[in-house]
């Protein structure tokens, strides 16, 4: 069964410093999207991305984060600079192998940041 | 402003009972609710989901009860198993908003033998 994938499984970076996540969706799939999960707290929607553009954005998501579809199978988040409160795991969904399932998001096991 | 609200935080069922966890929405444009399982260290994992257009949606021991005047629909685990100890998101989501999901905060549940 097809599946969302993520590397790597835990990061830890020193503050201030950049990060990228890396998922690679369902491979006909063409919506892909970003949340996070504090530990303990609810998963928080981050950005939505379809057809090479943001479709999509939480007031979370502000100018020190971005997305990237490199090639054909991975999509990035990139966090420039990290900042303590980053600290979450991280997950990758993916949804829409074709109209109508477009609502059905598929997470990946995501990555656990830790920011020191 | 919590668009999703979730309850109970957490719930303890005993084997073979049902569990029943609930949430209310405030965004009338919302039309796609889905429930998500979450297992610890792992992925939420879309479990069942249902359309406002039809007031239940029934997939083996789960289904979920939808009440669009009420801005709320729930979710039933029938004869509950301890493998079904985890925790429940609900969440909510409208095509005009790139498909986001907005989540409750959870239900942790436990089912004990």
């Known amino acids: 069964e097809p599946e969302v994938t993520q590397t790597p499984s835990h990061q830890v970076t020193q503050m201030g410093q950049e990060v990228i996540l890396r998922c690679v969706p369902i491979?006909?799939?063409?919506?892909f999207y970003w949340y996070r999960q504090i530990l303990g707290q609810k998963v928080e929607f981050l950005v939505s991305?379809?057809?090479?553009?943001?479709?999509?954005k939480s007031e979370i998501f502000d100018d020190q984060f971005s997305v990237e579809r490199p090639d054909g199978s991975n999509f990035t988040l990139k966090i420039r600079s990290t900042k303590l409160e980053d600290s979450a795991m991280y997950f990758c969904?993916?949804?829409?192998?074709?109209?109508?399932?477009?609502?059905?998001?598929?997470f990946g096991p995501g990555t656990r940041l830790t920011v020191l | 402003q919590q668009q999703v609200k979730q309850s109970p935080q957490s719930l303890i069922v005993q084997k073979g009972g049902i569990s029943i966890i609930n949430c209310a929405y405030e965004?009338?444009?919302?039309?796609?609710f889905p429930w998500y399982q979450q297992f610890p260290g792992k992925g939420p994992a879309l479990l069942i989901a249902?359309?406002?257009?039809?007031s239940e949606k029934k997939e083996g021991r789960f289904t979920i009860s939808f009440n669009k005047s009420a801005k709320q629909f729930s979710l039933h685990i029938m004869d509950s198993q301890p493998g079904d100890s985890a925790t429940y998101f609900c969440?909510?989501?409208?095509?005009?908003?790139?498909?986001?999901?907005?989540f409750g905060k959870g239900t942790s549940l436990l089912v004990t033998p």
């Open positions: 969904a993916s949804s829409g192998g074709r109209e109508g399932d477009y609502n059905e998001q598929f």
């Open positions: 491979s006909n799939h063409l919506y």
């Open positions: 991305f379809y057809n090479n553009e943001i479709s999509e």
């Open positions: 965004n009338t444009a919302f039309d796609y």
């Open positions: 249902i359309r406002p257009d039809v």
């Open positions: 969440a909510a989501s409208w095509r005009n908003s790139g498909y986001a999901l907005n």
